[in-house]
């Protein structure tokens, strides 16, 4: 059976690198994410040789998974960091990131968060409007700061991906469209406390086809081209990340050395620092969602394959849509059936998938839904008051919790009962 790197079968028993799924779930009861350290690992070193001829700094999107222990594990690989909070800035540097590694994006960065992001001297602004330069400029200007930016521009693109994860199309929030970035980047020379630094694109997430890439890259070229001829001093394109994974069987994984080749022959000659952004590229495949089948419920058309994870844990197939790859933690069974595999949460879209050929399970099974190392644990919530599923990293032969489970004390103390309440 074909499965993601770093997850084999060994005498039918579902592995992640050489720890059994199943001994895992021994300890740590279902449902939990478990993350391969080593598939994290790989995932970055593809990256940096790839880009290896190119002047780059691998900047991880922090969004995709922004666990301590991997943000330890890329910072350890001398990666930067991508963020999009005053919390992801915390991260990255609590988990080691130097702050002149950092990049900072998003549509709505808050007086609070830039303060934080200039008092770290981070490395760079990704902007996305006017109004967010001129309060950068301000804010600096009391700090007696001069922050480097580059301007997002929005290169109206077709990513040709989920219409939730598009970014780059002028009808999307992101970004400023080249028409008109041109006077934003005039307007952000002549405010006293910027640096105009470079360029940023992204255009979207979750990208098989690298044809909107390479559209966009030739974009932003020919648009450096210009502001340097405006006398703009350009060192920096930053092309945001986006390359996608294959979550079906049938979909191929883009290949990150054909993504490079893209990336030089569109940018190389302008003698720019390259960033990339990537997060699900590097995250994605490592990490699977272990649960159990808690009933079979027989309807009167279909069977239900009833799990002990839900879209809480998991929102990516109600969300978008979006495909997993469901596999038994046991493969020894030959028989199959064809399942509605859902989760317990009272909401008719808390389904994984629909007539899924699984083979024949039964409750107590346990349950691999793969590729959910990336916008998995992050998006999750406690929904149904269902506690959070812990994560796990496995390297080699060993396994560690590198997020427990809360209990359920510790999440109804969380709420505060106000005394004319209490009588
Ligand atoms: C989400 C995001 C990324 C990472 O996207 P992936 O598809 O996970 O690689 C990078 N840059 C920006 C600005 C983003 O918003």
């Known amino acids: 059976m074909k499965t993601k790197s770093h997850i084999s079968y060994f005498d039918n028993q579902m592995h992640i690198e050489n720890v059994s799924v199943e001994s895992i779930a021994k300890d740590i009861p279902t449902p939990f994410y478990c993350y391969s350290y080593s598939a994290i690992k790989a995932a970055y070193l ?156 992204h255009i979207g997430s979750q990208l098989i086809d690298l044809v909107p890439f390479e559209e966009a890259f030739n974009k932003v070229a020919e648009f450096v081209t210009i502001l340097k001829n405006d006398g703009h001093k350009i060192s920096i394109i930053d092309i945001g990340g986006g390359l996608g994974i294959d979550y079906s069987e049938d979909e191929i994984e883009p290949d990150k050395n054909a993504y490079a080749t893209i990336v030089k022959h569109c940018l190389s000659h302008l003698d720019c620092k390259i960033i990339i952004e990537p997060g699900r590229s590097i995250v994605g495949n490592a990490g699977i969602l272990v649960s159990s089948v808690v009933y079979v419920k027989k309807g009167e058309e279909r069977q239900f394959l009833i799990l002990d994870a839900g879209m809480n844990d998991l929102i990516r197939p109600s969300m978008y849509d979006a495909y997993h790859q469901i596999k038994p933690v046991n493969n020894s069974v030959t028989e199959v059936s064809h399942y509605d595999i859902v989760g317990p949460v009272c909401e008719t879209g808390d389904t994984f998938s629909k007539n899924r050929e699984l083979p024949t399970a039964k409750a107590g099974d346990l349950i691999g839904i793969l590729s959910c190392g990336a916008y998995g644990t992050v998006m999750s919530s406690t929904y149904n008051t269902r506690l959070n599923a812990p994560e796990i990293m496995v390297n080699d032969k060993k396994f560690a919790v590198i997020k427990p489970r809360l209990s359920y004390e510790e999440v109804i103390a969380q709420d505060i009962i106000p005394d004319w309440l209490l009588k």
Do not use: W
């Open 46 to 201: 593809e990256y940096e040789a790839a880009f290896s001829e190119l002047d780059t700094m691998i900047c991880y999107a922090v969004k995709a998974n922004s666990n301590q222990a991997i943000l330890k594990t890329l910072s350890d690989l001398g990666a930067g960091a991508d963020v999009v909070s005053e919390g992801e800035i915390r991260r990255a540097l609590s988990a080691g990131i130097p702050a002149n590694k950092i990049v900072f994006s998003g549509v709505a960065k808050t007086e609070a968060e830039i303060t934080l992001a200039l008092d770290n001297d981070i490395f760079q602004f990704n902007v996305e409007s006017e109004p967010e330069l001129l309060l950068i400029s301000q804010i600096a200007a009391t700090k007696n700061k001069f922050p480097a930016i580059s301007i997002r521009i929005n290169p109206n693109v077709c990513a040709k991906t989920h219409e939730k994860i598009t970014t780059g199309k002028s009808e999307n929030k992101f970004g400023i469209p080249i028409a008109k970035a041109r006077e934003v980047y005039r307007y952000a020379a002549s405010l006293p406390n910027i640096v105009v630094q470079g360029v940023d694109v």
